[in-house]
């Protein structure tokens, strides 16, 4: 895997991915930024938990769950100290739609925390990673 990273001015840089994609990110204003986009740290955060929705979808439409919408919500501590890497990180994951399996969903993200989403499992290796779930029947 390979990415670049173009710096564009002040503090704010270009990352583009192999796949070809590209997402801005700054600094804040504190430190020279412009809030043009997310900060790294925050990005490392969006990708764990995109890496997790991701493996949450597929295990329950392999498990035929008639999921209609899931999100998670992330909260996230850091040390207060350099290198500031996080403390702990929580998932809490919403799946709706109609006749939910609550132990599918409950598989699904143990699944995914413990076997195979790399960037939780590997940001775990620094912070106290919890998960839970909600579901919501339509």
């Known amino acids: 895997m390979k990415a670049r990273i173009k710096w ?3 503090m704010t840089f270009i990352g583009e991915s192999a796949s070809g994609h590209a997402v801005v990110m700054d600094a804040s204003p504190e ?5 043009l986009g997310p900060r790294p740290m925050e990005m490392l955060l969006l990708g764990a ?3 997790s929705s991701i493996d949450v979808m597929m295990i329950l439409k392999k498990s035929r769950q008639a999921v209609s919408d899931c999100y998670v919500e992330m909260s996230a501590e850091r040390a207060e100290t350099d290198p500031k890497v ?5 998932m ?3 799946v709706k739609g109609k006749d939910i399996k609550p132990e599918a969903v409950e598989k699904a993200v143990k699944l995914s925390a413990e076997k195979y989403c790399s960037a939780s ?3 775990g290796a620094t912070a106290e990673m919890t ?3 909600e579901v919501v029947q339509e």
Not at 31 to 35: A, F, K, Q
Not at 86 to 90: E, G, L, Q, S
């Open 8 to 10: 564009v001015d002040d």
């Open 31 to 35: 430190v020279g930024g412009r809030n």
């Open 49 to 51: 938990g995109g890496c």
């Open 86 to 90: 996080f403390t702990k990180i929580h």
């Open 92 to 94: 809490h994951f919403v």
């Open 121 to 123: 499992i590997m940001l």
């Open 131 to 133: 998960h839970d779930f």
